[in-house]
């Protein structure tokens, strides 16, 4: 079957770097998203990688290793905003998006 | 710009009874989507239309139904709910659709219903 792996829960302080990792072992692989989810809010998209090595966006990076099925979302400065939930989703060989259960982020001052 | 709307925001539904939530978006996407969303789980994708006129079964088809009449709306429908139906539905849309890499997707704010 096709699974996707997130810690369920991290703790961070403000203004300190937070890794999440996720694994997955789909059928195919077509790309992997990273999206932020606040409490009663719906998912916005935050990064694609679909070749290996990090992707940079302003205080958020994300990185993808293919050959080991393995990605990570680098959150770095951070801020009592980015208090939410992070899931990391793949698009497998049918084009269909897989979805992690995503990673509650706690941040605490 | 809206994006995309859900309605209702919420509901409670009674076992057994129908009931269609609504999805617009205004970004003329050719593709839109249908998840559930329940604690602990992924988001689950019920049914997704890759272009008006057509749809297709997701990973929970089950018990329900959608259209897709025109580019901008993708109704689902419960036709008898059951309990087990009871969570958060997220309406999205992407520009393509699923045959292409970075294809993204979009959310609606979604529609908590309880069904009792």
């Known amino acids: 079957g096709q699974n996707i792996d997130q810690p369920t829960e991290m703790t961070a302080t403000e203004g300190a770097i937070v890794q999440i990792n996720c694994t997955y072992q789909?059928?195919?692989?077509?790309?992997l998203f990273w999206y932020q989810q606040h409490a009663g809010e719906a998912p916005t998209f935050l990064s694609y990688?679909?070749l290996d090595g990090l992707e940079e966006k302003g205080r958020f990076s994300s990185f993808l290793s293919r050959s080991k099925g393995y990605s990570y979302l680098l959150l770095k400065e951070l801020q009592m905003k980015d208090s939410a939930s992070y899931l990391c989703?793949?698009?497998?060989?049918?084009?269909?998006?897989?979805w992690g259960a995503g990673t509650k982020l706690i941040i605490k001052p | 710009t809206a994006g995309i709307t859900q309605a209702p925001t919420s509901q409670i539904l009674a076992a057994g009874r129908s009931m269609t939530l609504r999805c617009t978006q205004d970004?003329?996407?050719?593709?839109m989507y249908w998840y559930r969303q329940d604690l602990g789980l992924g988001l689950r994708l019920i049914h997704y239309?890759?272009?008006?006129?057509?749809?297709g079964k997701g990973e929970v088809p089950d018990g329900y139904s959608v259209s897709r009449a025109n580019t901008d709306d993708f109704p689902l429908t419960l036709a008898s709910a059951v309990p087990s139906q009871t969570s958060v539905y997220f309406c999205?849309?992407?520009?393509?659709?699923?045959?292409?890499?970075?294809?993204?997707?979009?959310f609606g704010p979604g529609t908590r219903l309880t069904v009792l």
């Open positions: 789909t059928s195919g692989f077509n790309g």
């Open positions: 999205a849309s992407s520009p393509a659709g699923l045959a292409e890499s970075t294809d993204t997707q979009y």
């Open positions: 989703a793949v698009r497998d060989r049918d084009y269909q998006l897989i």
């Open positions: 239309s890759n272009t008006a006129g057509t749809t």
């Open positions: 970004m003329r996407h050719n593709a």
């Open positions: 990688n679909v």
